[in-house]
Nanobody
Framework: QVRLVESGGGSVQAGGSLRLSCAASGYDESSSLAWFRQAPGKEREGVASLYPGDGATRYTDSVKGRFSISQNSAENTVDLQMTGLKPEATAMYYC???????????????????WGQGTQVTVSS
């Protein structure tokens, strides 16, 4: 049984940084672990994904160069380091586990079936 628990959300000013953690267990090695976010009134969008098996990562264009997804094997977490935060990053952030049919689909919501409860990130201007 897959279990995903997010932590690390909070409030920061624009330009600041936050590090989110997802305690993940029960997934198989061929899975993708990803971070999604959903702002009020908007669709849930993929932010970053990681294949723990080979470390391959993928990012949505708007966060490239500022966000970094990584696996902490010692603590069994998948972390999202966010820098240069902008007010439009304000959203609930969710950790997800799944097996996308195609690796290029690893930021598509429908490819994931297991989700955490989310952690709120608020960026003020």
């Amino acid at each position: 049984q897959v279990r995903l628990v997010e932590s690390g959300g909070g409030s920061v000013q624009a330009g600041g940084s936050l590090r989110l953690s997802c305690a993940a267990s029960g997934y198989d090695e061929s899975s993708s672990l990803a971070w999604f976010r959903q702002a009020p009134g908007k669709e849930r969008e993929g932010v970053a994904s990681l294949y723990p098996g080979d470390g391959a990562t993928r990012y949505t264009d708007s966060v490239k160069g500022r966000f970094s997804i990584s696996q902490n094997s010692a603590e069994n977490t998948v972390d999202l380091q966010m820098t240069g935060l902008k007010p439009e990053a304000t959203a609930m952030y969710y950790c997800a586990a799944g097996r996308p049919l195609v690796r290029n689909w690893s930021l598509i919501r429908g490819q994931y079936h297991d989700w955490g409860q989310g952690t709120q990130v608020t960026v003020s201007s």
